[in-house]
């Protein structure tokens, strides 16, 4: 069985109750393999920033992943897969243009975005766990 760390990196709101560590640090020979869990666009103190703004949560959000990523010597560039849960599917393209801003000339990573009908922040618009491979 393959040795894993589980951090929550300084700056990244982690859980209020300790219910998840925001990545999974797997170790795979010559390369890691990071798991982020799923990011929703809140601040410190747990509150949702962005209100109603789709564009402003997905920048929030995709700000948070790239601390984690930073935290371990990772950039946007690593991620090889995101899993994005929208609360409105109708509004993808608000998320997909602010999302090219964080993968601009690079490969695309694989994707799937789904609706669902809540988030665990009642406020949330949006969440997106990614994995990134270094």
Same mark, same amino acid.
């Given at each position: 069985?393959?040795?894993?760390?589980?951090?929550?990196?300084?700056?990244?709101?982690?859980?209020?109750?300790?219910?998840?560590?925001?990545?999974?640090?797997?170790?795979?020979?010559?390369?890691?393999?990071?798991?982020?869990?799923?990011?929703?666009?809140?601040?410190?103190?747990?509150?949702?920033?962005?209100?109603?703004?789709?564009?402003?949560?997905?920048?929030?959000?995709?700000?948070?992943?790239?601390?984690?990523?930073?935290?371990?010597?990772? &950039?946007?560039?690593? +991620?090889?897969?995101?899993?994005? $849960?929208?609360? !409105?599917?109708?509004?993808?393209? %608000?998320?997909?243009? #602010?999302?090219?801003?964080?993968?601009?000339?690079?490969?695309?990573? &694989?994707?799937?975005? +789904?609706?669902?009908?809540?988030? $665990?922040?009642? !406020?949330?618009?949006?969440?997106? %766990?990614?994995?990134? #491979?270094?």
């Amino acid at each position: 069985m393959t040795a894993f760390t589980l951090d929550n990196p300084a700056g990244v709101p982690s859980s209020p109750h300790k219910a998840f560590s925001n990545v999974a640090v797997i170790p795979l020979g010559e390369r890691t393999l990071l798991m982020l869990a799923g990011q929703v666009a809140w601040d410190d103190d747990h509150r949702i920033v962005g209100g109603d703004d789709l564009r402003a949560q997905t920048r929030r959000v995709m700000d948070l992943i790239g601390q984690v990523l930073a935290a371990h010597g990772a &950039t946007f560039a690593d +991620v090889v897969n995101l899993r994005t $849960f929208l609360t !409105d599917i109708s509004r993808i393209r %608000e998320y997909g243009e #602010v999302r090219s801003e964080y993968f601009p000339g690079l490969p695309a990573p &694989t994707s799937t975005t +789904v609706e669902v009908s809540a988030l $665990f922040m009642p !406020d949330a618009l949006i969440e997106v %766990e990614a994995t990134a #491979v270094l």
